[in-house]
């Protein structure tokens, strides 16, 4: 159920701006690895990179030993790469429990079973008493949820998580944070994730991974990358990671 | 067929589509600004084509001078609009728009059908039937009017959003809508005031477009359609696309009328707007989103 | 388990009224006048293609404003293979079906491929048929712009299998059509595709993102709009007799079709069937009204639907059912599903 993730030299400019630049790294199957870096770093756009929101400028995309550099979306989710939005996503339209059920449908043809599968996702994420709300009527914290059950309902060996714990109380954070490390206990799946709460990616991450202006900057243990002046340079100025200094 | 007469149905040809090329660009300018489709672009061009055609009739106004209170009519009338109705619209689904503004144009449409009827009617100016003769080429002195005054408008229109202080800002609001609120512009004063500069524009179109042709309430939707397929040819939010593909749209018509079958010139224009869509859907002069 | 699935959230009252109602209609042609029935089947011809059209811009997102497009093909498609084969309607349905199915997926795969989306896809849509329109004036053998005119068999009796009979076989065929067609909406909106269509209409990359191939659900929603449209237009011939291209092609006739959905509820299974129960009477009724008063000034009705049409979308823009069926109590409102389910296990 798990899956590695490689990145060689991942280079995407947008009408000239540099967005990234020769960036490689490795996440180990069954590892759970966090991106960090200040705003207009890269990190986003290195998700939509490995995703196939677009393709990169040169380098190339690894799951495992094979190559999907350059694949849509949707055959990235087929190959076992899930993922959630930064700027979250729902099908306000659809009730929550639909929204998951979408996704559980992409690897269970039948309804009724993949009603149930999405009604599990939804009880692991704490987001059954909302189950049958119109996802678009959802808080904050309920919809950064709903997009971790949905990218989970498709069943991925690989999970990416733009900024799911942004806007969730200290609480609230520790919850998302052991349903996370469960996760990945139980089935092994492996997690990428991006996260300015310092909090979360100390608890979690077993390696970090900085970039700064479109490239890498810093790789290591958490405690590695906290330490490393390049890193405390880089956040001087800016906006400090909560929980980092203290 | 001769050379000359070629050469007369091309130059015709040219100088129609400068008018609808004007046309277009109320259209664009729109669009560009606003993000709204203005399904009752053509029924506001025939509203400015029936107000030259009652000024002209009445008092005997050239319909190239009643282009100046047209113009101030009709923006009037669509910065109401913008102001009343269609900023509440902005942030709405496509088709709720399209409905809105769909229904906007069948009650212009009908209104003008209802006070003036089915029949065809025109402007008879005194130089009707006259022409300048050019090199063995024979130019309407109508359509040379019109073309004139759509590239004066036209000018003038350029040289508004490039360098008057509320074109810029319109500009501004164009590019970023939410940088441009930041700044403390009015932006829903500001799509208001553009709304109503595309449909003075349009309505300009009409009154010049009034000269060459007679003048039906029906003929609202075939100008609304046109002035989308040459916005799309052209490319949307090109001013100089979209006299361009005006006077391209004008030429083919006027082309497959001699060389093909009349009835069939329409299907010129449809297939010239299918191929760009598929081939370059930004538009000949479009840049690439 | 089938009734179960179709009524899936309607109220013990909106199945009473539903039953009630189809029970009226069916029993109707009995007492009714021959106009009444000319009225009924519009309405439920404009409920059957407004249905079609909503799958694909109500489940699917995708806006087509040239479906007259297929209502053309279907019905100009099914009348040459009358005449000049001697081929029935509904066995021309089975060469026009998949033959406008497939020009809409043509159209759909030209327009996804090159990245043409909303309203320059919507544009797209109207130039095909504005394109067919014309150039249907020019093909003589189908009559031209003159028309086409089927031969009326009188004094045959009601003859269903080759469409050809009185005014109330007309009226049961299509009443029976717009009843598939609201059941096929209901049961395919509760399927695998269907939730995807739903999930493309949402936001096509969180859908793109769980799995779902963008382009092959879009070009499936649009065949079977297609399609189904089709099926439309060989009744349209075979009930008008005449087919003229300025009629069956032009971008008025495109607009008309999604006018009742979008009145009625867009996305809804019961919306188009609503908006075509609102919008014919009104039109007819505006008509007549017009008459009485003596008021005979050419584009009156118009406006008075161009002023219901601002109206309606000011103040209703999610379409007239989905506000009528809350209020009215004939469905349970969304968000609270779960008491209903919660009642359905006890």
Known sequence: ?246 | MSLSLYAGTLSSGILTGLVYGLAAMGLSVIFGVVRLVNFAHGEMMVLGMFAAVVLAAAWGIDPLLSALPVAALLFVAGYGLQRGLLNRFIDRPDHQQFILLLGIAMILVNGLMMVFGPDARSTNVPYGFDAFFVGGITLDKTRVYAAGGALIVAAALYAFFRFSRTGIAIRACADNQLGAAVVGLDVKGLYAITFGIGSAVVGIAGCLLSLVIDVRPQLAADYTLLSFIIVIVGGLGSMGGALLGGVLIGVSEALAGVLIDPSRKQMVSYGLLILVLLVRPQGLLGKRG | MLTQDLFEGVTPRGKMLFTAGLGALLLLPEVADSYLISILTLIFWFAYVGQAWNVMMGFAGQLSLGHALYVGLGGYGAAALYMHLGLGPWVGMLVVVPVCALVGMAIGWLGFRFGVRGVHFALLTIACAEFTRVAFDHITALGGSGGLFLPVVGGRGDDLLMLRGSPQLYYYVMLVLALLALALCRIVTRTRLGYFWLALRENPDAAAALGIPLLRVKLLAVGLSAGMTAVGGVFYAFYYNNLFPDQVFAMGRSIEILLGPIVGGIGTVFGPVLGAMILTPLGEGASLLLEALGITLPGTKQVIYGLMLVLIICFRPAGIWPWLAVKAGLVVPPGETDLREKGEAE
């Not at chain 1, 949820?145 to 799911?164: F, G, N, S, W, Y």
């Not at chain 1, 200290?170 to 990428?192: H, K, Y």
């Open chain 1, 1 to 246: 159920m798990s899956l590695s993730l490689t990145v060689t030299g991942l280079t995407k400019h947008f009408r000239g701006l540099r967005a990234l630049e020769d960036v490689s790294f490795t996440v180990p199957a069954g590892k759970i690895v966090a991106l960090i870096g200040p705003n207009g770093a890269g990190k986003t756009t290195c998700f939509n990179l490995i995703a196939g929101v677009f393709p990169p400028d040169t380098g190339r995309v690894h799951l495992a030993k094979r190559d999907v550099t350059g694949l849509r979306p949707d055959q990235l989710c087929t190959a076992g790469v899930g993922r959630t939005f930064q700027i979250v996503k729902p099908f306000a339209g659809l009730s929550v429990l639909e929204n998951v059920l979408v996704g559980a449908l992409h690897r269970e043809r039948r309804v009724a079973a993949a009603r149930e599968k999405a009604a599990e996702m939804l009880a692991l994420l704490g987001l059954d008493p909302q189950a049958h709300r119109l996802a678009g009527s959802l808080t904050l914290p309920d919809r950064k949820r709903l997009e971790v059950a949905k990218a989970l309902a498709t069943q991925p060996k690989i999970l990416l998580l733009d900024e799911v714990m942004a806007g969730l109380r200290p609480t609230e954070t520790d919850a998302m944070v052991a349903t996370l490390i469960g996760l990945n206990r139980s089935t092994g799946i492996t997690i990428l994730l991006i996260e300015h709460v310092m909090r979360a990616v100390m608890a979690l991450a077993e390696q970090v991974i900085v970039l700064d202006q479109g490239r890498k900057l810093a790789e290591g243990t958490p405690e590695q990358v906290t330490q490393d002046p390049r890193v405390i340079e880089t956040y001087l100025g800016h906006d400090l990671p909560e929980g980092a200094g203290a």
